[in-house]
């Protein structure tokens, strides 16, 4: 199984992205989907997850502000982010699991900056 993010880049504070992560493998087989987040210098840090009935759980720090979405049948997952924080600037990792076995895609950098 392999995950494929996109959507980061360069953004001003106050400002927003939109990440997408799919993952391909058989269609509706992936479990629990997510964003986690490293900051340089820090440890990687849970961002958003999602599961199959779309229960989503939020870090603290995003809450009221990222919106994490998924399309079950296509294996992917989003990462609506608004009201952007310098403190936001990170690689963002998307993740899986499937029959118990966890997967992560490349990291897509988010830079928040004036």
């Known amino acids: 199984v392999q995950l494929q993010a996109s959507g980061g880049g360069l953004v001003q504070p106050g400002g927003s992205l939109r990440l997408s992560c799919a993952a391909s493998t058989t269609p509706l087989s992936m479990n629990v989907l997510g964003w986690y987040r490293q900051a340089p210098g820090k440890r990687r840090e849970l961002v958003a997850t999602?599961?199959?009935?779309?229960?989503?759980n939020y870090a603290d720090s995003v809450k009221g502000r990222f919106t994490v979405s998924r399309d079950t049948a296509k294996n992917s997952v989003f990462l609506q982010m608004n009201s952007l924080k310098p403190e936001d600037t990170a690689i963002y990792y998307c993740y899986g699991t499937r029959l118990g076995t966890v997967y992560w895609g490349q990291g897509t950098l988010v830079t928040v900056s004036s």
């Open positions: 999602i599961t199959r009935g779309d229960s989503a």
